[in-house]
């Protein structure tokens, strides 16, 4: 998971944590606040039953006690269920937690000699049973003889009709408290369970709030990061075409030195790049003079073994040193794009080397025009197929192909041949590198042809790959970016 995260990018992995963190602050605050809602509401609906369980007993203690089982039945309600009874249906077996004493001290400052208290632990509450309440509302609609009656019918069948079937009661508070003619006043009291909770609008309203401040801080962060995508995409393109592309300075201010140290290594490695080219190409220009004098002298030389073989050294030495100069050239001089037909420009070079004697199989893709660099596109597929010829095998089969897509074109050349060692194909890239464990390397090769190829497909937004043939011999990719 965590090697997962570290390979998204860096909008995607501040998103994650942005995300992540908002849910966890969501779910916490949530629950807190519908801890603490829960809590006054509790708070809220014990005081209130209270008050009206006080008045009840008030109320009883003044009418005669043929009307209490009328008025006991008019005070019920959904949240609140009254009795009588000659006993008490709560006994106090412990004593009184400190909120319970403090109710019960409501009731002794109202008169009430002797009541018995429990409140229910939030994480304990069952359902009130309401079934007795709602026979007993069921009776009292039918039963209107009296002023009392008529009361109770007005007040409480639309409440119950609406609202007994969709809404459940949690009890919070049970109790009894001693009447004066000895009877036993047993409530029950509880809360609707809907309103502890959130609504639905509530909730969509906070999830829309969380998703949109998520988004907007997206946003912002996206701009933030626009430098260093920039300074990705310098560097990027300063690395395949060798382009100094300076990376505006307009960027937050930490990473204002970054851009600053990236623009200077630009201007001082393209400035070693020509001094470097400058260094070889002078070298290479210098040397041909005393080459030159000894190719003269050799003439006055009579004819022998010596004198030939002089004159071959001499012309190693000349190649060496146009192979050098055209190396240090390809990073100062880049070619021009121009429209080019490439199944044209491979046919042509497939018909210039059958009229050596040379057979290439050349298997023609569809036609494609497009914008290439000409000449350095033919010389990277004759070092090629110059490299498949010397070092395959005068047997061996070689074919040219090639193939696009929308922003890239690739010239592959294939072998049969001896191919070479998958640990080395890393190596033969280098300059000047030779493998002769593996290839019957001849005197005038210098090992600079695979090397100018992998420059200049690097020059125009591709490169160079090699990879063993199947079932043997070696196979070269030549990658450029379509313009």
Known sequence: MVNWYQRQKLIHQIAWILLVGFALSFV??????????????????????????????????????RLHDSIIQASSSSDLRLSLSASAQVDQTKPPSAAEQRLLQSFYAKGIQKAHLLLVAQSQRPLMDLSEHHRSQSMMGANNSSMMDGMVRSRSRPRWGQHLQAQQYSATMNGSLLLSDGQWLNFSSGIENSITHWSPIV?????????????????????ALQPIRALGQAALSFA????????????????????????TMQGQVTDYIKERTQLLAAISHDLRTPLTSLRLRLEFIENSDDKQQMLRTIQIMDKMLTETMRFAKNDANKEARQMTNVDSLLQTIVDEYDEKGIVIQ??????????????????????????????????????????HDQHTLSIQVADDGVGIAADK???????????????????????????????????????????????????????????
């Open 425 to 483: 194909l890393k190596e033969v890239v280098k300059p000047f590198t030779r493998l002769n464990a593996a290839r019957d390397t001849q005197s005038s090769n210098i090992g600079l042809g695979l090397s100018i190829t992998h420059s200049l497909a690097t020059a125009y937004g591709g490169g160079l790959t090699l990879e063993p043939n199947v079932p043997q011999g070696l196979k070269a990719s030549i990658v450029i970016a379509l313009a």
């Open 362 to 403: 050349y298997s023609a893709a569809a036609s494609l025009s497009a914008a290439i660099p000409l000449l350095s596109v033919r010389r990277m597929t004759e070092n090629l197929l110059n490299n498949a010829i010397q070092y395959a095998g005068d047997a061996a089969i070689i074919s040219l192909s090639f193939c």
């Open 240 to 263: 395949r075409n060798k382009q100094v592309d300076e990376v505006s300075m307009n960027a937050p201010r930490d990473l204002v030195p970054t851009i600053q140290a990236f623009n």
């Open 203 to 223: 909730l969509i309203a906070l999830i829309a709030m969380m998703s949109a401040t998520v988004l907007v801080s997206l946003v912002i962060i996206r701009r």
């Open 28 to 65: 916490l605050t949530l629950y807190l606040l519908s801890y603490d809602k829960s809590k006054r509401l509790n708070e809220l609906s014990i005081t209130a039953a209270m008050q009206r369980i006080a008045s009840v007993a008030e109320t009883l203690e003044q009418t005669p006690q």
